[in-house]
């Protein structure tokens, strides 16, 4: 069975790292939401807010994917429910599993360096700065998941203890 890795997590907590490293040792697509947001917005005829559109184009994709059996590393905010539930049903309609993974930072004062310091690896996306993180709203879950706290853990423990948690 074709299994969906769905992460879920503020701005600037490590979630692309750890989707990059899941998608690079278990040969899975790798379905980075900035990427999709970036491209977009190169068109130059989209808005600055795309509300769901990427999330939806993504989820597609993903369904499309596991249907053929292959994994997907979902990387994205995942901030609200409308947004979880729309992986869960794109697991649903394709047969697949589902697991979350929400990645957070629990040193704030570690979270806000790495927002000030950090550089955007995807060519012309504008990173949030620390304000805007912080203010973002975050939905409590409502379903099953596990837990990293990537605080003053390194990107190979931060991996490694996922790869534990999908194993279970």
Known sequence: M?????L????GVGKSSIARNLAQRSGTIWLRIDSMDQAIWASGTAPSDLFDWSYRAAQAIAADNLSL????????VNDCQDARDG???AARRAGAEIV???IVCSDVVEHRRRIETRSSEVVGLALPGWDAVAARAFDEWNRDHFMIDTAHRSLD???AHALDLLSR
């Open 69 to 76: 059996g292959l994994g997907i590393v979902a990387d994205c």
């Open 87 to 89: 992986w869960e049903a």
């Open 8 to 11: 879920a997590g503020l701005p």
């Open 100 to 102: 979350w993974l929400e």
């Open 157 to 159: 423990e931060c991996v």
């Open 2 to 6: 074709a299994r969906l890795i769905a």
